[in-house]
Structure formats: structure tokens, C-alpha cells
């Protein structure tokens, strides 16, 4: 697993807004988005890409196109829809898969409750979205599903990772090359609840309002 922080004083400054309690939800989900934004373009690094020729006004030169087949996002549902948008604002041309995981809070395991993907992912490289890198059972759980699958590789998008969930998903996956997690920072741990601290609360409540 390769894991990039971000580290950039807009990417800081941003999350820590999103921390404060106080945040409301329509500012809470306008910065998610930007951060992804953000955060989606160090993820992109290694999209797949072909040469092509361009005719501009005055010559010839060689472009970049993305390849094909085009590269797959997977919101986790339902926090990670929150992050969708601000993906998709870099990667207009990716297609959109949904998973629905969620963890059960008594055993703190992810169990799939909705799946739209599609059932071949060969050569696909998979964006996934989840915000909250906690326990890192969300996480294995969607890496072993895109594998399964046929997916080329997978990168995790997350807002904020536990050391905790990112060591379970290293040991998880090992040394493989082609899981790759970025985040925009790592906190300092997990709560008894599961909860990451500092951390920003539930990011599902604090996206779409309930508490
Ligand atoms: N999920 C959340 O929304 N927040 C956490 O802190 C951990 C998991």
C-alpha cells in the first residue's frame, strides 16, 4: 500500500474548518467537495493516459487523452456521496459505481447492503470515496470487492485516516503496489467507539444534517 498525505497549507486549512463543531452543513459539504477537489488531484497522479494528435490554430502536436476503459469512482454510500461531486468536477469523464457498506456498530464489521457497479472491472482503475478512514473495515471490505472483480488498481480517497484503519488496511493488502490511500492528514487515533481523534464527528450527520 503506498499512503501520500497531503500536505499543502489550503488542504490544512480547509480541514481544520471542517473539524470546528460549529461548521454548519451546507459549508461543511461546499469544503468536503473542495478538499476532495483537492485532494483528487494528487490521487489522479498515475490515471491511465494515451497519446493523441492535436490540431491547434497553428500546428500539430501530440495530447493527452485518459484511456480507456475509463477510470471508475466509487462513492461508499453514504458519506462518500458527499465527496462525489468534488471528484467528478476533476474527472468529468469517469464513470460512477455506488457501494453501500456500513458498519455494524455492535462488531464494528462493514457489511455490503447496496452494490451498483459493474460485474467485470477488468483494466479498470477504481477511485474509492469514503471519508472517514477509521477501523479500516470499510475499506478492505470495498479494496477485496474492486479486486474481485478485476479491477486494475485501487485508490482510496479519505478526508482523515486513524492509524489504527490504516495499519489493518497495510496489513490488509501488504506491499502491493497497486492500492494506494490518500488522505488529507492522519489523526492521532481511534476512539472506543470507532471514532477518530480529533477527528470531525460523523461525517455522514455533519454532511447531510442529522444528528
Ligand atoms: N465515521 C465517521 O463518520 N467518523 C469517524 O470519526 C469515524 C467513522
Given at each position: ?124 482503475q477504481c ?29 482510496c480517497i ?42 470531525l464527528g ?10
Amino acid at each position: 500500500m503506498r499512503l501520500h498525505v497531503a500536505d499543502h497549507p489550503l488542504v490544512a486549512h480547509k480541514l481544520s474548518v471542517l473539524r470546528d463543531k460549529d461548521t454548519p452543513s451546507p459549508v461543511f459539504r461546499q469544503l468536503v467537495e473542495e478538499l476532495v477537489t483537492l485532494l483528487a488531484y494528487e490521487a489522479t497522479r498515475e490515471v491511465r493516459t494515451v497519446e493523441i494528435e492535436v490540431q491547434t490554430p497553428v500546428a500539430v502536436t501530440t495530447g493527452t487523452h485518459l484511456a480507456e476503459p475509463r477510470p471508475l469512482v466509487v462513492p461508499i454510500l453514504r458519506a462518500g456521496l458527499g465527496m462525489l461531486e468534488g471528484m467528478t468536477r476533476l474527472l468529468p469523464t469517469a464513470e460512477v459505481g455506488f457501494l453501500g457498506l456500513q458498519r455494524d456498530e455492535e462488531t464494528l464489521q462493514a457489511i455490503t447492503y447496496a452494490n451498483r457497479l459493474p460485474d467485470d472491472l477488468s483494466g479498470r482503475q477504481c477511485f474509492v470515496l469514503d471519508p472517514m478512514l477509521a477501523t479500516g473495515g470499510t475499506l478492505i471490505a470495498s479494496i477485496d470487492y474492486l479486486f474481485e472483480r478485476g479491477a486494475r488498481d485501487v485508490t482510496c480517497i479519505c478526508l482523515l485516516a486513524a492509524p489504527e484503519g490504516l495499519a489493518l488496511v497495510e496489513k490488509h493488502v501488504g506491499d502491493r503496489a497497486d492500492v494506494n490511500v490518500v488522505v488529507a492528514a492522519v489523526d492521532e487515533r481511534l476512539d472506543e467507539k470507532a471514532y477518530i481523534v480529533p477527528g470531525l464527528g460523523d461525517a455522514g450527520d455533519r454532511l447531510y444534517g442529522l444528528v
